[in-house]
Nanobody
Framework: VQLVESGGGLVQPGGSLRLSCAAS????????MKWYRQAPGKQRELVAG???????NYADSVKGRFTISRDNAKNTVYLQMNSLKPEDTAVYYC?????????????WGQGTQVTVSL
């Protein structure tokens, strides 16, 4: 599975961005998809996740502002980010994750920069 993120950029506080993560390869629908972010000098943190069945979860810091969704027909996962704050500034990474009896499989995109600033 190869993952390619897009949609990052510079936005003012209070603004919105939508990140996309396009996946190549088959069987996209069976993967749990997640968005992580990493700010300078900080550890990578989980922002939002969506299971193969569509169940979602969010970090407390983004609840009510961010929405994760997926389109299995397009092999794409999205992260809609509203009411952005300067502390949301980070490189955002897409992750595909699944497990079976043989082990756990995790794949990462290259990341896309999000900068929230005046």
């Amino acid at each position: 599975v190869q993952l390619v993120e897009s949609g990052g950029g510079l936005v003012q506080p209070g603004g919105s961005l939508r990140l996309s993560c396009a996946a190549s390869g088959s069987r996209f629908s069976i993967y749990a998809m997640k968005w992580y972010r990493q700010a300078p000098g900080k550890q990578r943190e989980l922002v939002a996740g969506i299971t193969s069945g569509g169940r979602t979860n969010y970090a407390d810091s983004v609840k009510g502002r961010f929405t994760i969704s997926r389109d299995n027909a397009k092999n794409t996962v999205y992260l809609q980010m509203n009411s952005l704050k300067p502390e949301d500034t980070a490189v955002y990474y897409c992750n595909a994750d699944r497990s079976d009896v043989a082990g756990r499989y995790r794949y990462w995109g290259q990341g896309t920069q999000v900068t929230v600033s005046l």
